[in-house]
């Protein structure tokens, strides 16, 4: 069973930024994949960014070239830089893992969810 655990999140205006943090309770060095997701009021939930165990990433269109995703293997930590914030980037933000368990099936591990607002 994995734990994941968001923070990070608050209020910032246009054009500021933030720092999300993930914090896993095993060793990220062996999942296979870990993101961020967000869920706006009335909108289904959406990939902000995803990196792989490799190294590899990828982003949603809104957030390219504003947010970074990166991973701290030794501490088991996976974060999310938000720069350029707009207002449109308010949302519940979702740390995801996948997994692959004993019987190479992959499993999803969701985190409880942080609130960011941006003002105008």
């Known amino acids: 069973q994995v734990q994941l655990v968001e923070s990070g999140g608050g209020l910032a205006q246009a054009g500021g930024s933030l720092r999300l943090s993930c914090a896993a309770s095993g060793s990220i060095s062996s999942f296979n994949a870990m993101g961020w997701y967000r869920q706006a009021p009335g909108k289904q939930r959406e990939l902000v960014a995803a990196?792989?165990?490799?190294?590899?990433?990828n982003y949603g269109d809104s957030v390219k070239g504003r947010f970074i995703i990166s991973r701290d293997n030794a501490k088991n930590t996976v974060y999310l830089q938000m720069n350029s914030l707009k207002p449109e980037d308010t949302a519940v933000y979702y740390c995801?893992?996948?997994?692959?368990?004993?019987?190479?099936?992959?499993?999803?591990?969701w985190g409880q969810g942080t609130q960011v607002t941006v003002s105008s």
């Open positions: 990196i792989t165990g490799g190294g590899h990433t």
């Open positions: 995801n893992a996948l997994v692959f368990n004993l019987n190479d099936d992959l499993e999803t591990y």
